[in-house]
């Protein structure tokens, strides 16, 4: 379930690279002519990957959701569709905004690198939050991707009491998330309000970065 979300995100964020550097060439040449906003240019070009978004994460969860065999509940069906959403939203803002604050594609694609590593190792997923050292914590809440496993692990498993052999002792399935991830069914409402926060504040700081910066001077 992880490995796939972040390589269809990873794979969104990859291609929208060479796209939105092609279109900021033009968008230079329209702003130099004053024909229009990089604050409209901007809505415009975040806006109509909303809908393409939309379409993948609903085929996705088409697919996978009965795959991967779910519990069948409307509640966690869309707690599915809006983390994956989510996920993928992020992901694509995150490359339009890369591309905003390098000069050229080869930069933004090797920046993109290094952060696919940064958001994979801070995840929680190789290594869990609560084994963390403090001094690197602020980063695993800072990664977006920490905040997706959480939803997608919480709004499936966490309110689950069915019990399981784990390290050699029965646990219910919501305690072993509580006690190996930090994961709690109770803060499911305040990880939907975090993940809808980082598309939007990649929007605006990819809407702020392509007005101000100028790399074609």
């Not at 702003?31 to 939309?54: D, G």
Request: hydrophobic share 50%.
């Amino acid at each position: 379930m992880y490995i796939a979300v972040i390589f269809l995100g990873i794979n969104n964020c990859s291609t929208v690279i060479p796209y939105v550097a092609t279109e900021r060439t033009v968008l230079y040449r329209e702003k130099f002519a004053t024909m229009y906003s990089p604050w409209a240019y901007s809505f415009a070009q975040v806006t109509m990957e909303i809908p393409y978004v939309l379409l993948q994460a609903f085929i996705y969860v088409a697919i996978t959701y009965p795959t991967i065999g779910y519990y069948w509940s409307t509640s966690k069906v869309f707690w599915y569709f809006y983390a994956t959403f989510c996920t993928f939203l992020y992901f694509v803002f995150l490359g339009m905004l890369l591309v905003s604050m390098t000069p050229s594609v080869e930069v933004a694609s090797i920046l993109s690198t290094t952060i696919y590593t940064i958001l994979n190792l801070f995840s929680g997923f190789l290594l869990p939050g609560k084994k963390i050292p403090k001094w690197w914590i602020w980063c695993y809440y800072l990664c977006p991707t920490s905040w997706s496993l959480y939803g997608f692990l919480t709004s499936q498993y966490g309110d689950i009491d069915k019990e399981i052999l784990i390290f050699g002792e029965l646990k219910t399935i919501s305690s072993f998330l509580e006690d190996y991830y930090g994961f709690r069914h109770d803060h499911l409402g305040i990880v939907a309000v975090v993940l809808g926060a980082f598309p939007v504040a990649f929007a605006f700081l990819f809407a702020y970065c392509i007005g101000k910066s100028n790399f074609k001077r």
